[in-house]
Nanobody
Framework: VQLQASGGGLVQAGGSLRLSCAAS????????VAWFRQAPGKEPEFVAG????????LYTDSVKGRFTISRDNAKNTVYLQMNSLKPEESAVYYC?????????????????????WGQGTQVTVSS
């Protein structure tokens, strides 16, 4: 299984970026997906997650209203649209996936709950 993240780059404060994560998971639709980020010297942070296509996504409070996570199961891809970016959101962004093992699924927010990880993509927001 591989997760390939892309779309990072340098953007000015207030700008937008769209991250993509392509997964080589045969049953991608049965996996919960998420984005984490890690800034230098800081612990990794849950950013956003999504279970099944019709389920409500979950966001960390600081990105609500600005970030949108979505998934395209036909393309085995998860996206993170990031708007109104702030300099403090500069970090390496990682995508993650894990099988959904119950009908009623609570989106995990801990790194340890995700089985598969991408290599990360750097997002730098200049002030």
């Amino acid at each position: 299984v591989q997760l390939q993240a892309s779309g990072g780059g340098l953007v000015q404060a207030g700008g937008s970026l769209r991250l993509s994560c392509a997964a080589s998971i045969r049953t991608f639709g049965s996996h919960s997906v998420a984005w984490f980020r890690q800034a230098p010297g800081k612990e990794p942070e849950f950013v956003a997650g999504k279970g099944r296509s019709g389920d409500e996504p979950l966001y960390t409070d600081s990105v609500k209203g600005r970030f949108t996570i979505s998934r395209d199961n036909a393309k085995n891809t998860v996206y993170l649209q990031m708007n109104s970016l702030k300099p403090e959101e500069s970090a390496v962004y990682y995508c993650a996936a894990t099988p959904m093992t119950s009908v009623i699924w609570l989106i995990p927010t801990r790194r340890a709950d995700y089985r598969y990880w991408g290599q990360g993509t750097q997002v730098t927001v200049s002030s």
